[in-house]
Each structure stands twice: as C-alpha cells, then as structure tokens.
C-alpha cells in the first residue's frame, strides 16, 4: 500500500501557535499516525504544496495508492491542472481521505460536484464523535463515542451529496450537529471525508483520531491495480468543479 499524506503546510510556517503543536507540520504528525498503525505493510510519504508540482508530479501521483489531502488556507493556489489530475485517478481507482477544511478544496468539491459550504465557528469547544456504523471496518477499534476537548464547530446545512454511509456524526456544545464521517464511491476509486482537525488544535496527535484515519486509508486502497484507462469524467452544471 502507497500512501501520499498531501498539506498545504502553510499554517505551520506562517504561525506560531501552529508550529508549536505541529513542529514537523501536519503532514508528519498524520504520516507518524499512518506509520505508526499500518506497519510494514504499508510506505508512507508526504508531499506539500510548496515542493515542486505542488507536491504531487506524475511521478509521486502514479505511485499512489492512497492519498490524503489536508487543505485550508491556500485552496486557491492548488491549481485546476492538479486538482483535474488528483479526481482523475481517483476515478480510476485511488483511494481519497479529504480531512477537515479539505471540503472546500477544488479536489473534493470536483468529486462531490456541489459546493461542500458549511457552518463553522471557531471557539475551541468540545467535540463529541459518535460512531454511528460499528460494523463498517473505519470504525473498528474505534469508541462509541470520542470526544475532541478542543475544536473548531462544523455545522449543517453541509452541501454535499447524500453519503453511500455515514460512519460519524459530531455534535459540539452550541448545539450543532455535524455529517463528520462519509463514505463515496467516484468512478472506480473510494473517497472519505472525516471533519475534525483544525489547524489551532492537537487533533492529529490524537489516537482516536489516527485511528479513524488509518482506518479509512485501508478502507479506500484498492482491491485492484488502478486502472491505466481514462475514466469518464464526472458531470455537473458546475463543471470539473466550483469556478471553472
């Protein structure tokens, strides 16, 4: 199994408060998880949007099984080219974990075809993460129920199409609920999207929440080598995605 942990790795330079929870930068403390709990059986590498190709050329892309994508700040730089790249092999059997504000990214939004807009508020509340599909195999080992001390609020209305499952819901302490765990198939590749993991918070040191995320790269790797063929691409009244 080939995972790419994809970040933008701009906060992390850019801010102290996040460089002091994230020294490394987030990608390295979400391939530490990666490593740390799928073993041998797995090679895990980083890529960020500041080395060349943003990260992700031909080279890294084609040899990726499994790709992670953390994206907040700097969603617009990604460019239309890569983003096109990313849901193309996607489609033709990668597998996608899209983690918090990676929503909003040109990447998730093209798959999705909708807008992926969403409440937010950032007080730093608790986050409870309820288990709402035990038996699907990213929940196993995980709790009934977590809690995130700190986090960023994601509320509905979330506009994206109705999940094939959903394995999380959140609920936070101003009463909001949250679609935070949701499983899609695009073309012949597997997406998931798990919400917590904002920047200003130590959620990706968390084991709980490694362990959801290890458990999603299993969950979409592939059972078949991906397919060299183009897929046929995804249609919307949008385009490849928002703004194109």
Not at 88 to 99: D, I, Q, Y
Request: glycine residues 10%; charged residues 25%.
């Amino acid at each position: 199994m080939r995972v790419t942990v994809w970040g933008e790795n701009v906060h992390e330079r850019r801010d102290a408060s996040v460089a002091a929870i994230y020294p490394d930068g987030m990608h390295e403390a979400i391939a530490a998880g990666l490593r740390e709990r799928l073993g041998g059986g797995a090679e895990v590498r980083t890529a960020t949007l500041d080395q060349p190709d943003q990260g992700l050329g031909p080279d890294v892309l084609e040899t990726t099984d499994v790709l992670t994508w953390w994206g907040h700040a700097a969603h617009g730089q990604v460019t239309d080219e890569l983003a096109a790249r990313v849901c193309a092999r996607v489609l033709r059997g990668m597998g996608l974990v899209a983690l918090h504000s990676a929503h909003y990214s040109k990447v998730f939004r093209g798959l999705m075809a909708t807008t992926c807009s969403l409440r937010w508020r950032n007080d730093g509340l608790r986050e409870l993460v309820w288990t709402v599909a035990p038996g699907h195999p990213i929940a196993e080992g995980v709790p009934e129920v977590f809690a995130i001390p700190r986090q960023e609020m994601y509320g509905e209305f979330f506009d994206i199409p109705p999940p094939e499952q959903l394995v999380f819901i959140s609920s936070f302490e101003g009463g909001e609920v949250f679609r935070s765990g949701c499983c899609y198939t695009r073309g012949r590749g597997r997406v998931f999207y798990f919400s917590p993991g904002d920047q200003e918070y130590p959620v990706y040191h968390q084991w709980e929440v490694r362990t959801v995320i290890a458990n999603a790269v299993r969950w979409a790797c592939p059972r078949e080598p991906i397919a060299a063929e183009p897929y046929p691409a995804l249609q919307s009244d949008r385009g490849w995605f928002e703004g194109r």
